[in-house]
Structure formats: structure tokens, C-alpha cells
């Protein structure tokens, strides 16, 4: 069977303007000066026997030892204007092990939803403090492994709060964005975003301590990369 040739064409017409119709925008976050020393939690005797070898510590300023900058929210802030986005049938999880809530930053879809689970065998409790107006605060208690407790948020906010009001020491903070184009850097502070539609976009940095950093983005038929730094800043 002869293949006709204008379909051939056509075909890798196609295939061309699908390959350069997404790609990923990958990065690293990096941190300049030395931060300071990380605190012991301070934890309960209960708390305390989940942790025998090592008490954990705050999260302040996660890094590689080599200028790699963990926990840091990287998104779209804009550009997304006219394309469609679905919410995820998949909810995200939130996690209370080791009486520590994990991870400490993540990201959610506005309207996905997100489960936030007891693993410990201690009584916790979900206070979710947003800031946003329209996004509900909620304060429940939570027994030790029993059924997840489920939210959602109509209105983007970068962080929302988790806290537990019976371990003071246990915080964690969600990114609510209205696309899935975010990420949190790893500990070696790279980060990658799949799949962005390709466009011009402003993207931002967002860090906890760090503050926030924006940079222009395009995405085309490559890879683009964005790469961002903070500072600590100066002892008062």
C-alpha cells in the first residue's frame, strides 16, 4: 500500500506543533550567606519517643551544604490567561508522622482537594489558618489513624498555614494555585515544572524566610530554564 506523501506532510506538521506545544521549565534555587542554626523541636514526651536517635529541628533554611535551597514555591504568577485548566481528580495528601507534618511545603490546584492524614498514633490537630478572604479556616481534631480529613480552596493563596494547636511545633505550608504549574525545590534546590504550555509567563520564587523573587519565562519547542537566588538576611 502506497502512502500518500500529503498525509506524510501533515503528519509531521503535527507531530512538530505538538513537540513544541509543552516543555518543562527546570531550575535551582540557590542561597547565599550562611543561615542560621537550626532549633530543636521542641517536643512533648510523647512526641519525644518517636524520635529516640535525634530530636528534629525547624525548617527554616533546608539546604545541600553546597548553596541549594530546599523548600522554596515556584509558580506561574501569570501568563495562563485564555487556556484551560482542569482540576485534578486526584487529591494531594498532607501528612502527621513523627509528629511533624509532611511535607513542609507543597502545592495544591484551587478546588483539588487535599487529604491530610494522621499516621502517628497521638491526637493531632488540623488548624488550616488561610489569609485569603474566601478561603475557610477550619480547626478539627484528628485521632490517631483514623479517616483523612478533606479540604479544598476556591482562592489562590501563597502559603496557607496548617498548624497543630496540640503540638505548637508542627507547621506546614500549601501553595494554592489556579493551574498545576508549580513546584517545590528538593534539597539540593533543583526544581522542574512539566509540561507548561508554551507562552511567555512571569514566574515566581517564593520562599518562607527568603521573600520572593519574579522572573520572565518563555516556554517553547526546549526546555526553559530559570534559575533564582536569595540571600540571608542581615543579622538585626
Not at 502545592?107 to 489558618?129: C, I, M, R
Not at 520572593?212 to 526546555?223: E, F, M
Request: net charge positive; aromatic share 8%.
Amino acid at each position: 500500500m502506497k502512502l500518500n506523501p500529503s498525509l506524510l506532510v501533515v503528519a509531521a506538521v503535527l507531530t512538530t506543533l505538538q513537540a513544541v506545544s509543552a516543555a518543562d521549565i527546570v531550575g535551582k534555587i540557590t542561597l547565599k550567606g550562611t543561615p542560621p542554626a537550626e532549633k530543636e523541636l521542641p517536643l512533648d514526651a510523647n512526641c519525644g519517643k518517636l524520635h529516640p536517635a535525634s530530636k528534629p529541628t525547624t525548617r527554616f533554611y533546608i539546604t545541600d551544604g553546597k548553596g541549594g535551597l530546599a523548600d522554596t514555591f515556584i509558580y506561574l504568577k501569570d501568563g495562563l490567561t485564555g487556556k484551560t485548566i482542569e482540576v485534578p481528580a486526584e487529591a494531594k495528601v498532607l501528612d502527621q508522622k513523627g509528629c511533624e507534618y509532611s511535607p513542609y511545603v507543597s502545592g495544591v490546584q484551587t478546588k483539588q482537594k487535599l487529604a491530610v492524614k494522621n499516621s502517628d498514633e497521638l491526637l493531632h490537630n488540623v488548624h488550616a489558618t488561610p489569609a485569603v478572604a474566601g478561603n475557610k479556616e477550619s480547626n478539627q481534631a484528628q485521632l490517631p489513624k483514623s479517616k483523612d480529613l478533606v479540604y479544598s480552596y476556591d482562592n489562590q493563596e501563597i502559603l496557607l498555614r496548617f498548624k497543630c494547636d496540640v503540638h505548637p511545633w508542627m507547621f506546614a505550608y500549601v501553595g494554592v494555585v489556579d493551574h498545576p504549574y508549580y513546584a517545590v525545590s528538593a534539597k539540593d534546590g533543583t526544581f522542574k515544572i512539566a509540561n507548561v504550555p508554551a507562552g511567555e509567563y512571569t514566574l515566581e520564587a517564593f520562599h518562607r524566610k527568603g521573600g520572593k523573587v519574579t522572573q520572565k519565562v518563555t516556554v517553547g519547542a526546549g526546555n526553559a530554564t530559570s534559575d533564582f537566588s536569595f540571600t540571608v538576611p542581615a543579622a538585626p
